[in-house]
């Protein structure tokens, strides 16, 4: 079916319309509430603690540390709420309090406050693990001569939020007791610095250790399971969640829907959707973009328009969505619809992904030229997945000069990425300029570029198997390679005949 004629049976985009401002308002009684403060009195420090947090919640730090100081001031002596408040405003914002979280550092220490309060230590050393200085945290760590499970999760999370994954795990094996916190701590930390499988046996471990783990902690597992396409524990982790009090958690759900859809059984992440309770931008979002990179591009288009009719108004996220259908199917006309509603109806600022969406939607419908325009007059500069798309289309559609010019971008914002010349260099291949390929190859030699493998990857009894061409290297190598042969076998008795591509032997050479 070719593009014109699918844009006529799919739903066309939901336009939101203006409504008379004045309409459904109603008039609120005024009330008023007396009370007699007469025999009432408020500690002041209570007062003043409490105008400080309000500042502190509201980002406004310069007029919290200005209320602290007319306390003091005032005469009114602050309490370990009054530090804990200031250093929890200090710890939200790095780059703006170190100097004074610092001074407020001073004098907890002259109060003794950090060796002898085990709140104000923990909102201590959790405040410089927050500013990258877990050399002061460790510090403050010590020092304390209580410490509570808080404290010693504090400097987990400190420690893997800084990317010092040992000292992480030797904190945990020192803690006198874990709970579900801890180890979440630890296993979020692994999941979010891309060691998805630690993340896993980490998890795997809390089970045998026989703590139960709580809503944050099935959405790390999960998230981890999305990354490595590990559908079998996910699917056991599902099946743990609805035996839950969070079986209806709405960022529980959100993540399964991510997981099926990451895995590709769409149907699975329907399902969840459709049981939801509660749905939230969020779980409307997962859906449309599970559907669009899947190929279910009516089903995509359709949530997105149902999304708004239900009162949600589409983000940048729920444009990406729609806008990754249109490609998928190539959509070209209601892309650029789409795009433009974006902008003009709902005033979201297109970002990069959805130029890249774009980009994407003229290469898959050979349109380069224009694919190059966007890429050339977008407000930012491109990045290595939009070029990288136009350069895979180039490769299709054999257009070498366009890739060429594509390389110079290619190379100005990484030189060092092996996988765009191998691509240039296999295009040059296929059409026999061996000059250029020879070119590519000694300038990726010069440069001290080597091609890296590609790894593919199974997941066979709950575990991942990793290998690439031509690797004997897995326990099981000689019976693996004793089914292909059978299956190669098989495949020619049915009259298949191997093709041989010249530019493919270049890249695997």
């Not at 007396?34 to 502190?56: A, E, L």
């Not at 693990?129 to 050399?135: I, L, Q, V």
């Not at 808080?150 to 874990?178: C, H, L, Q």
């Not at 290469?363 to 500069?381: C, F, H, I, Q, T």
């Amino acid at each position: 079916m070719n593009s014109s004629a699918t844009a006529t049976i799919l739903p066309q985009p939901f336009l939101p319309h203006q409504q008379n401002p004045n309409q459904n308002l109603t008039t609120r009684p005024q009330i008023s509430i007396q009370t007699n403060n007469s025999k009432s009195t408020v500690n002041p420090t209570v007062q003043w603690t409490s105008s400080i947090s309000r500042h502190c919640r509201s980002g406004r730090i310069a007029e919290a540390a200005l209320e602290f100081t007319r306390m003091t001031l005032h005469g009114t002596n602050p309490n370990h709420i009054t530090f804990i408040t200031l250093l929890s405003g200090c710890a939200d914002f790095p780059s703006q309090c170190l100097f004074l979280g610092a001074m407020i550092h001073g004098l907890v220490c002259k109060l003794g406050l950090d060796r002898n309060n085990v709140m104000v230590g923990t909102a201590l050393l959790d405040m410089y693990a927050k500013f990258g200085r877990m050399d002061l945290a460790t510090v403050v760590f010590d020092a304390m001569r209580v410490k509570s499970s808080f404290t010693w999760n504090a400097m987990i999370d400190g420690y893997m939020r800084n990317g010092d994954i040992e000292s992480a795990v030797k904190m945990f094996d020192e803690m006198p007791v874990r709970n579900a916190i801890s180890w979440t701590a630890l296993l979020n930390g692994f999941a979010k610095r891309g060691y998805f499988e630690e993340a896993l046996e980490c998890f795997r471990e809390m089970q045998i250790s026989g703590v139960e783990p709580d809503y944050v902690t099935i959405i790390s597992v999960l998230n981890a399971c999305a990354n490595v396409g590990m559908l079998g524990i996910g699917l056991w982790i599902h099946r743990f969640v609805l035996k839950q009090d969070f079986k209806d958690n709405v960022r529980v759900c959100n993540t399964l829907i991510d997981l099926y859809s990451r895995c590709g059984c769409i149907e699975f992440a329907r399902q969840v959707f459709q049981r939801m309770h509660k749905r939230t931008l969020v779980s409307w979002n997962s859906i449309i973009v599970g559907f669009a990179v899947n190929g279910f591009v009516g089903e995509a288009l359709e949530y997105f328009n149902s999304m708004q009719k239900e009162g949600f108004k589409p983000d940048g996220v729920s444009f990406t969505g729609a806008l990754t259908a249109c490609s998928h199917a190539g959509l070209i006309e209601d892309g650029l619809r789409y795009f433009d509603i974006m902008k003009k109806i709902y005033r979201v600022s297109p970002r990069i992904e959805h130029y890249g969406c774009i980009v994407d939607l003229y290469s898959r419908a050979g349109r380069l030229e224009d694919a190059l325009n966007v890429v050339e007059n977008m407000p930012m500069k491109p990045n290595e997945v939009v070029l990288g798309s136009l350069l895979a289309a180039c490769r299709t559609k054999g257009d070498i000069i366009l890739a060429e010019r594509l390389m110079k971008y290619l190379v100005d914002l990484d030189p060092g990425v092996d996988s765009n010349y191998v691509l240039l260099a296999n295009m040059y291949a296929a059409v026999g300029k061996w000059d250029g390929a020879g070119k590519i190859r000694r300038t990726m030699k010069g440069r001290g570029i080597q091609k890296k493998p590609g790894l593919s990857s199974i997941e066979i009894g709950s575990g991942i198997h990793e290998f690439m061409a031509g690797d004997r290297s897995h326990i099981e190598s000689e019976h693996i390679y004793l089914m292909l042969e059978l299956l190669s076998f098989d495949l020619k008795l049915c009259g298949y005949v191997p093709e041989t591509v010249v530019g493919e032997l270049y890249e695997n050479d």
